[in-house]
């Protein structure tokens, strides 16, 4: 059976925030756990040993796989600001055209610095993302 490596923990986000190397990026870190904290409505959690997740939902495929995610998060790399928001959903995209200097792949966002981006969208992200999980994966 497949085993879900980035499971919730309780690990310490500051311990891990203040393990940031880029004072920059730490910096920014504080900033986004003030944001997703406040506009999520959730405390912040470790997820695995780099993401930072507030909420949770359990997701079931058709293929059978199920796991628990966290609804919302981020990972301040090396490289880049990981964002974590729902995959699938078209209100997304839409965002993502007025949010700023980013790249995106499957489930993450990458920006490099806060600077780069409109905050009040990455609110409406963050609202949107946990409104478009709970819809599509309703707790039981």
């Known amino acids: 059976m497949y085993e879900l490596k980035t499971k919730e923990n309780d690990a310490s986000v500051i311990e891990f925030i203040e393990k940031v190397d880029n004072p920059k990026k730490k910096e920014d870190a ?3 756990l003030d944001i997703f904290t406040e506009t999520s409505g959730y405390p912040a959690k470790m997820w695995g040993p780099s993401i930072i997740g507030f ?18 998060g981020f990972s ?7 964002l974590y928001f729902a995959t699938g959903d078209t209100k997304r995209e839409e965002l993502l055209e007025k949010f700023g200097k980013h ?5 993450c966002v990458y920006i490099n610095k806060i600077a780069d981006i409109d905050v009040e969208v990455l609110k409406q992200l963050i609202t949107q993302s946990i409104k478009f999980l709970q819809e599509t994966y309703p707790s039981e």
């Open 103 to 107: 790249t995106s792949g499957k489930a």
């Open 30 to 32: 504080y900033k986004l």
């Open 76 to 82: 301040p790399r090396k490289a880049k600001i990981s």
């Open 55 to 72: 909420g949770s939902y359990h997701y079931k495929y058709a293929t059978g796989h199920e796991g628990d995610a966290p609804l919302v």
